[in-house]
């Protein structure tokens, strides 16, 4: 097969994944945590969807931020083999030698644009796609597994992300399954939408965790490459509509966590209804 013909399988592969995400009929996974005891009420399942509008400094997940697939490395299961080179058509990577004199690839990452081909020669699994796709019923079918603990617990199932509602007609889907199924769940949510129908499911969810940073929309700019207009906006709509909310507020030095900031996001709750209750989050270092 010629570099034409793979170019152009590759294009039709592109175009049918987009196609799949903008119609709903796929989602793109990032991860899959079984066992959960952080995000929300019991024993949970939490799904990662991919693909975030914010751009936070302190973001512990920037793997999840784009909206596509990409590569991912890790450089620890590289034996330096070197059949990753030839097959990259923009010549994105190469071999380079360790101090300890093995060889590993590197990625230039201004270069690569994620077709696919190295991860298929890869045996030992270095390279692989970060993000995997799922249908509804496909995507069910693994939290179902854990549907004993929701029971027992008083759990379910959390999407999050990056930001859930940028893959809105999936997640209606999968959320109507959910609830068709009497399963509790709950969106860990930045707030930012601003389409129709990423607001109607945050309006279906059972529970809502908020991140709410600052309210200094300059800082809020600074600090997440958008202002938070969109965000307050769709915390008191919701507030308004009774919706079950867990707010939690990130405290990270110089960005949000002076008495200034912290006083005004609790005066700005304290204005508004269900909201269950506030939690500070402490920064750390483990992501």
Known sequence: MN??????????????DTRSLVDGTRGL??????????????VRTTVFLKGC?????????????????????????????????????????????EPDGSTRARIDRRLCDDCGRCIEVCYLGALDWFGKYYTVDEL?????????????????????????????????????????????AALDTCLYTTTDEGVRALEEADLLLCDIKTLDPEQHLRATGKRNDVILRNLRHLSARGKPMIVRIPLIP????????????????CTLRSIERVDLLPVHEYG
């Open 254 to 269: 110089g960005h949000t966590d002076s008495p200034e900031n912290l006083r005004a996001v609790i005066e700005l709750l």
């Open 53 to 97: 509008p914010l751009r936070c400094l302190w973001c512990c997940n920037p793997e999840g931020q784009d909206r596509g697939r990409e590569i991912k490395y890790t450089s620890a299961h590289c034996t330096g083999c070197a059949k990753c080179v030839p097959v990259c058509p923009r010549a994105a990577i190469s071999l380079e030698t």
């Open 140 to 184: 069910f079918a693994e939290v179902k597994k854990d549907e004993k603990f929701y029971s027992a617990s008083g759990g379910g199932v959390t999407v999050g992300g990056g930001e859930p509602t940028l893959q809105p007609s999936f997640l209606r889907r999968f959320l109507k399954k959910c609830r068709e199924a009497y399963i509790h």
């Open 29 to 42: 996974v990032s991860q899959i945590i079984h066992g959960s005891f952080v995000d929300g009420h019991g």
């Open 3 to 16: 570099d034409a013909t793979d170019t152009a399988d590759g294009t039709r592969a592109l175009v049918e």
